[in-house]
């Protein structure tokens, strides 16, 4: 199967821009997406891209994908507290989502 | 605007005791998912529906059996409950594959 990997952990000030990094396996993946889940919560779908796009901007979030280097990016500008949680990316291959590990994004005020 | 329920919450099971997860949407989505999460993990698929009356196998299915009866309801089975099946499981539905999912809040399983 496919394997999506990230980071573990970040850690940010508030205030700053977090990048959250991922690499993806299936070439043939129409979308990208990026979710987020807050303790004791399910998975949110915060955005996603189509496979023919470099970048997507949605208010504080920027999309990055390099389809060469199989890479995604998901930065989050002026990180808040409350964006503290764990974010996963994701591929579509075939009908099911492959998901990473989760990278777990602290916010220290 | 319930979206996805999952019933229970919380349960704490014996080895060899069995139950029965329910996933309820209300949103007429065809594809169901059930996953498991791990820490260090993520999430992996276990058993999805791509609509009534259908059931395909994920990543890692076995000990577990579903049914898509109904289409708004799926329902993941634990036979014979074993120590390594402890996890949080979440549902998830969606209107197509490529569409991004909703997922249910998930429930806590230990089975000791």
């Known amino acids: 199967g496919e394997d999506v990997e990230q980071s573990l952990f970040l850690s940010v000030r508030e205030g700053d821009s977090s990048v959250i990094n991922c690499t993806y396996t299936d070439s043939s993946s129409t979308y990208l997406y990026w979710y987020k889940q807050e303790p004791g919560a399910g998975l949110q779908l915060l955005t996603y891209?189509?496979?023919?796009?470099d970048m997507k901007q949605d208010q504080r979030l920027t999309v990055l994908l390099n389809k060469k280097d199989k890479h995604l990016s998901l930065r989050i500008a002026d990180t808040q507290t409350g964006d503290s949680a764990i974010y996963f990316c994701?591929?579509?291959?075939?009908?099911?989502?492959?998901f990473g590990g989760g990278t777990r994004l602290m916010v220290k005020p | 605007n319930a979206g996805v329920t999952q019933t229970p919450k919380f349960r704490v099971l014996k080895t060899g005791q069995s139950m029965t997860l329910l996933c309820a949407q209300d949103?007429?989505?065809?594809?169901m998912y059930w996953y498991r999460q791990d820490p260090g993990m993520g999430l992996r698929l276990i058993h999805y529906s791509v609509g009534e009356g259908t059931t395909a196998k994920g990543e890692v299915p076995d000990g577990y059996n579903v049914s898509r009866l109904k289409k708004q309801n799926f329902l993941l089975g634990l036979e014979s409950a074993a120590p390594s099946q402890t996890s949080v499981y979440f549902c998830?539905?969606?209107?197509?594959?490529?569409?991004?999912?909703?997922f249910g809040s998930g429930t806590r399983l230990t089975v000791v």
């Open positions: 891209i189509f496979s023919n796009m």
């Open positions: 949103m007429n989505h065809e594809y």
């Open positions: 994701a591929e579509n291959a075939g009908n099911m989502l492959t």
């Open positions: 998830a539905s969606s209107e197509d594959s490529n569409y991004g999912y909703t």
